[in-house]
């Protein structure tokens, strides 16, 4: 198996699945380089920060479906806690929790760039 995907197994990426998925570890990796460089991360913070919680819901949905297709299990559960305050209504207080999804997105970040 590929060293890039290696490393994600070992932060506890569900990279089998992934690569089951994706029909292989190229395509894998390619979708890989797309979830961990898109900027809906970037969007997302800018959404709670101005307290538009329509836009924070959409972009943390699609941004937990993603997520989970490529196997970035941490990271899909983090936003899968960002996501139900913002499916109630809610948007304060989930400055931390953001400030982690951002976190474990940059160590996937590094791993795959």
């Excluded at 898109?38 to 800018?46: I, P, R, S, Y």
């Excluded at 196997?71 to 109630?88: D, H, K, N, W």
């Amino acid at each position: 198996m590929n060293i890039i995907l290696e490393e994600l197994k070992k932060e506890g990426c569900d990279i089998d699945s992934a690569v089951r998925r994706c029909l292989g570890e190229e395509l894998c990796l390619s979708c890989l380089k797309m979830v961990v460089n898109d900027e809906n991360f970037e969007k997302l913070g800018e959404a709670i920060k101005n307290q538009n919680v329509k836009s924070a819901f959409e972009i943390a949905h699609s941004l937990k479906g993603i997520t989970g297709n490529v196997g970035l299990t941490p990271l899909y559960r983090l936003i899968a806690e960002i996501v139900e305050p913002l499916r109630a209504g809610k948007c304060d207080g989930l400055d931390e929790l953001y400030n982690k999804i951002i976190a474990t997105k940059n160590l996937y970040y590094e791993i795959v760039n």
